[in-house]
């Protein structure tokens, strides 16, 4: 079973982000690779592990989301597959998913994984998208994953539960946080991951036009939220928990 | 007139549902012309409460196909309605199927696709908010389909205009190339006590409480409150301390209480979305640059686990 991954490169979401125009600046934040990706990345090792096949990450960015790509490969995954290109710079929900979609179909596959959404966008439209793309259903939120028989079986996470759902493949797949724990790279996987196979493609390798890359959302404004009213902080010095019983109290809520 | 449509989600208990109702209202006041699409068991009937609520039309189905299978369906049946009746904008709440359905429409229909809105200015112009609600991003939506935007809850308090809709049967044949994942079985935990969306006071706990049996720390406290409940953030519920239910935020619930008392929480972004616009915040934290200070009306710099006992006392004294 050969599978992709989808993979995307945020700026560290544990340090404060900067924005220039209303967009993030990918340029001088600490960058990771989404860690809402590496549960998708380990999904996918454990299904090969256990049925063979290969995992091909494949990811859209400017050139240095290839560090995003090598971190899973060193994580396991066999190859890579990164689409760069100027012309994509402010790209969309959509054009991202035209891309990605394009990616997958030129890699080839039998499943495609990806997080639920990104931890720096939170947009969560392009696995559905992709899907649509290529043609293909979505088994989207699964807490938990396997293939049996050629069929996905999914745990779909719901606002009061969850519910299984059966899916024939080929199939996208987006799965929780939480789905599995991530596993670290080895320094044996950071050594091999150097020497494994990475396709760089522009749009026109994948058959697309400028127009195909073109956003149809653009910034109109920035502007900052009226800001909460400055509230009282304190160190507790034994005292805290009677001034928030009476602010409790004040509300009228006890 | 602009055509606003509100693709509606219909099971009358779900936070969908109530969404729907939102931006329902929502549309009403922008002035266009309002209808809802609403598929499913239970259609016919969720568009009469759609109808109070602003929609003028509401094409309706209760074929249970939509309901058995994830987003192929819906996508194929509101691609449909779209290719006849051209809307401007089509407006869904952010849950998790309605956002499926978005994400198959906007590559059918070269429909640009908005999510986390938190309010529509006009029928080409979105409105989200980042970084935890810091800053308000104004989006300019453009192409050739229907701009589809992704609501989050309560944006907008659901108020009844006391119309009625015209209630306009689907009845659309679905490909078996669009019945692909399939619900085979639901399942779902009872829930106890008042559910978060309706609390009027929520005592919620992060990674600082440092052990899931420290959550009953903070169920002792709730138990005082009248209308409370526990909640969570999204690295307590992904470690397994408790379950998905009590999540709060970005991919949990959205929550409004009079007042939330963050315990042990640090602030991230994820969290912040889903509760900063309680009426007023109270924060526990030990680190006193945790990001939570910056939305508290009062901040307890101090540590949650001696706090919070010595504060379920001084409730129940002030109870007396």
């Given at each position: 079973m050969n599978i992709c991954v989808c993979v995307k490169q945020i700026p560290d979401p544990n340090n404060p982000y900067e924005l220039s125009n209303g967009r993030l600046r990918r340029d001088v934040a600490q960058n990771v690779l989404d860690p809402g990706d590496e549960f998708g990345v380990e999904a996918a090792l454990q299904l090969v592990e256990a049925q063979g096949g290969e995992v091909t990450v494949v990811s859209m960015g400017p050139d240095k989301a290839m560090d995003a790509i090598r971190r899973a490969l060193s994580m396991g995954a066999h190859k890579g597959v990164l689409v760069t290109d100027?012309?994509?710079?402010?790209?969309d929900a959509l054009v991202t998913a035209r891309v990605l979609a394009a990616a997958i179909k030129h890699a080839g596959f039998d499943l495609v994984i990806a997080g639920v959404e990104s931890t720096d966008g939170y947009t969560g439209t392009v696995p559905g998208t992709v899907a649509e793309l290529l043609g293909v259903p979505q088994a989207t939120f699964a807490k938990h994953l396997e293939v049996k028989d050629g069929t996905l079986h999914v745990q779909r996470q719901t606002e009061k539960g969850y519910d299984d759902v059966e899916c024939p493949l080929p199939a996208v797949v987006t799965v929780t946080a939480g789905v599995n724990e991530p596993r670290y790279p080895t320094f044996k996987g950071i050594m091999q991951a150097k020497s494994k196979p990475v396709e760089t493609l522009k749009l026109s390798d994948l058959g697309l036009s400028a127009d195909d890359a073109k956003a149809t959302q653009t910034i109109a404004e920035v502007t900052p939220a009226p800001p909460r009213g400055a509230g009282e902080k304190f160190e507790d010095d034994g005292s805290g928990a009677a001034k928030v019983a009476d602010f409790l109290k004040e509300a009228k809520v006890i | 007139m602009a055509k606003i449509w509100v693709y509606g989600e219909t099971a009358p208990d779900s936070t969908g549902f109530k969404t729907t109702l939102e931006i329902l209202t929502r549309a009403r006041a922008l002035g266009g012309d309002v209808s809802a699409v609403a598929l499913g068991p239970g259609s016919t009937e969720a568009a009469k409460a759609f109808g109070e609520h602003g929609a003028a039309t509401v094409y309706a189905s209760d074929d249970a196909v939509y309901g058995e299978y994830i987003a192929g369906p819906a996508a194929h049946a509101l691609t449909t309605l779209i290719s006849e009746h051209t809307p401007d904008i089509i407006l869904f709440p952010m849950t998790y199927d309605a956002r499926d359905v978005a994400a198959r429409v906007s590559a059918k229909t070269n429909s640009t696709v908005l999510s986390n809105a938190v309010d529509v200015l006009d029928e080409q112009t979105g409105q989200t908010a980042i970084f935890g609600g810091a800053q308000i991003v104004k989006v300019a939506l453009e192409g050739t389909g229907p701009k589809l935007v992704l609501i989050r809850p309560k944006s907008f308090e659901a108020e009844p205009s006391g119309g009625t809709a015209n209630v306009v049967p689907v009845n659309i044949e679905i490909p078996d190339a669009a019945k692909g994942a399939k619900r085979t079985q639901k399942h779902e935990v009872e829930a106890t006590g008042p559910n978060l969306e309706e609390a009027s006071v929520i005592v919620s706990g992060g990674r600082g409480l440092q052990q899931p049996e420290n959550f009953k720390l903070l169920e002792e406290l709730a138990a005082l409150i009248p209308n409370s409940a526990v909640g969570a953030t999204r690295a307590v519920v992904d470690a397994g301390w408790v379950p998905y239910a009590m999540q709060i935020g970005q991919t949990g619930k959205t929550v409004k209480p009079k007042v939330y008392i963050a315990v042990g929480i640090s602030g991230a972004t994820q969290h912040i979305v889903g509760m900063k616009s309680s009426d007023r915040i109270i924060a526990i934290n030990k680190d006193a640059e945790a990001p939570i200070f910056q939305l508290a009306d009062l901040g307890v710099v101090g540590d949650a686990l001696k706090v919070v006992p010595k504060l379920t006392e001084e409730v129940k004294a002030r109870k007396g």
């Open positions: 100027d012309a994509l710079a402010g790209a | -």
